[in-house]
């Protein structure tokens, strides 16, 4: 009994310091032997330790390697049926797929290398490196359409690449053309930077080019911001003949372009507007959907003339990549680990919209099968506002229209899911909880 306690009594104390921070993910323990011998234990309680810590999930064993700490385990959804402090976050929309890990993990194994990761400590500008530029120019690339990698440039993510671009493009008090529902990060930059956003209307192709010119004649546009490909939230994506439109618009009206593209690698079927308007459109991309948010690499394909001037603003913002996230970048770029990647993640959003469309089955849902995300037009007399805070009742976090809506107009009474965060069963509850929640007034919901 006693060296059972041993045992569980040292575990317990390894464990202690991996919740406290001293012994961090990736951390390698040291052989059995040499644990047992620091305290003073015999070589078969030393492995009856790792293999509780195993047990436990704090560490994991790789043969011929040793056995490290292990990043935290996901913690366990919430059980939907009662008001809960933990939440099924269908706001935040970060997709990562079970093979993404050990693909990443190939590629980045040469930079750990002492004498290569001593170049990758070197800091960087926002032009990259020579290898950066043209295996990024090769990723953007989609149809007939290559932009030139000497137009590439790298900021540390996508929300920096787009700050560079508002601070280059627009001067403090400018007029920016967005759609009239647009990414919720956009509103807060231009906030910062004292830009001035002009919603315009979106149908069902995409950004319409009578708005642009009808809000163009009552002032001048600095510039719009678009998101042709992958609508966020709408997920519409604008057809061959709307992007010509648009482009031979902005021709004419002397208006420069910033498209994002951050989603656009679900739909790589249709050329990005930059290849209709190449010396007009900054084209913003980045690594944080296509591979995964902590390793975040912002892009911008920006026309010539407009180059020295992003390029400042990278530098200026304090933008400029990280060395080693541009290194790695290059190599998952060069190998095709991010094409991989990116593969699995279309057929896991593909997936996620079957859930979607089968536990959402009639309502008024608006979407694209190959999107994370879906756009709910709720049935009455649900308001947004109210279905978010009855939804975060049963711990599940969804995004009012409000978020998105551009101007002091009414926001749309909808909501906007995020389907890529949650394990697909625990996203397919969530969604019969939301669909359950939608079919019950309010009223009768508080009555309960």
Not at 244 to 270: H, K, M, N, Q, Y
């Amino acid at each position: 009994m006693r060296r059972m306690e041993d045992y569980r009594r040292i575990a317990d104390s390894i464990a202690a310091d991996i919740a406290a921070g001293r012994l961090r993910p990736g951390d390698r323990l040291p052989p059995q032997r040499s644990f047992a011998r620091r305290h003073g234990i015999a070589d078969s309680t030393a492995a009856r330790v790792y293999r509780e810590l195993a047990g436990r999930g704090l560490t994991v064993g790789e043969v011929g390697r040793g056995t490290f700490v292990r990043a935290a385990a996901p913690q366990p959804g919430p059980a939907l049926v009662e008001p809960t402090g933990s939440r099924i976050d269908l706001e935040l929309n970060y997709p990562v797929v079970p093979e993404q890990a050990r693909l990443l993990a190939d590629g980045i194994g040469p930079l750990l290398r002492a004498d290569v990761l001593e170049s990758s400590m070197k800091p960087v500008g926002a032009a990259g490196t020579p290898a950066a530029r043209r295996v990024t120019a090769g990723l953007l690339g989609r149809g007939e359409w290559r932009p030139d990698p000497e137009r590439v440039l790298f900021a540390g993510n996508g929300r920096q690449a787009i700050a560079a671009a508002l601070a280059a493009l627009l001067p403090s008090g400018g007029r920016l053309g967005v759609e009239e529902l647009t990414y919720p990060v956009l509103k807060g930059l231009a906030s910062r930077v004292g830009v001035t956003l002009v919603p315009l209307r979106v149908d069902e192709a995409g950004l319409d080019p009578a708005a642009v010119a009808a809000a163009a004649r009552k002032a001048p546009l600095k510039a719009i911001y678009v998101q042709p490909t992958m609508h966020n939230p709408l997920s519409v994506s604008m057809p061959v003949e709307r992007r010509a439109e648009l482009a031979g618009l902005l021709e004419r009206l002397d208006v420069p372009a910033i498209e994002d593209s951050i989603w656009s690698f679900l739909r790589d079927d249709l050329p990005p507007l930059a290849a209709f308007a190449p010396g007009r459109t900054i084209l913003v991309d980045s690594l944080s959907k296509r591979l995964a948010p902590g390793l975040s690499l912002g892009f911008a394909v920006v026309p010539g003339q407009a180059v020295a001037g992003v390029a400042a603003a990278v530098r200026s913002g304090g933008w400029t990549p990280m060395r080693f996230a541009l290194e790695a970048a290059t190599r998952w770029l060069t190998d095709d680990t991010a094409r991989s990647v990116a593969r699995a993640k279309q057929r896991d959003a593909a997936m996620r919209q079957e859930i979607a469309a089968r536990c959402l089955a009639g309502f008024g849902v608006r979407s694209d099968p190959r999107s994370y995300y879906c756009w709910w037009e709720l049935p009455s007399p649900w308001r947004a506002e109210t279905f978010v805070a009855a939804a975060a009742r049963y711990g599940i976090a969804v995004t009012p229209a409000a978020a998105f809506a551009v101007g002091r107009g009414s926001a749309p009474n909808a909501v906007r899911l995020g389907l890529a965060s949650p394990p697909p069963d625990v996203l397919a509850r969530a969604l019969t909880t939301l669909a359950d929640l939608a079919r019950v007034a309010p009223e009768d919901l508080a009555a309960e």
